[in-house]
């Protein structure tokens, strides 16, 4: 009886993880089929215009989530006690930690204000607004009219599905390593040594 129910206990872990794991890859497939629909041509081969858009992304997904956790909730030797930030139900998981209307500029404009802002947050902050600056003109240097402000728009819209992605992945990262406990170090060694062999 004990090893049917860890048994069950395996099977639901991986059907949660395989959850979570469906929901970006069902965004990706979805948001990018989308905005290359509106793209203008060639926008998504110009590293100007795609890569920019992802690093604003990905900049904007790491402040907000320092903004809104402190460095508790990513503390390494605090992530396997039972009292741990990321000891949550799948259920939790989602409404807590990854939906995006958890994740507003406030507490980004609030840090800012308080005047305690690390140099860290303080750079970061300032590539992001760089790299806005780069994403809102660069699409009237490349194109004219309405194509360049298509342009601005898919731009936009690509920052904003990389924030949410990278918002996602790390707080997925850190709630399946909870899950995981030790197991998540020896996945992490046989994917370290199955690379290392093919390389």
Known sequence: MGELTDLNSVAWLVLEIAL?????????EGGFAGLRRIAPVGFFAMPVMS??????GITAGVLLIS????RQYFDLRALFVPE???NLSLWDFLIERVDPFNYGPGPVLDLLGSGQVGGAFAFGFGLFVILLAVLT?????IWS????????VCALLTAALVTYLTIYFICLL???LFLLNFWALAILL????????RA
């Open 137 to 141: 003109a660069g699409p009237f240097v």
């Open 84 to 86: 741990s930030p990321w």
């Open 51 to 56: 890569g920019v858009s992802k690093l604003l």
């Open 20 to 28: 979570v794991l469906a929901i970006p890859v069902a965004i990706i």
């Open 145 to 152: 009219g309405p194509v360049a402000r298509r342009g601005v």
């Open 174 to 176: 850190m709630w399946v």
């Open 190 to 197: 046989m994917a370290f040594q199955y690379y290392r062999q």
């Open 67 to 70: 903004a809104r956790y402190d």
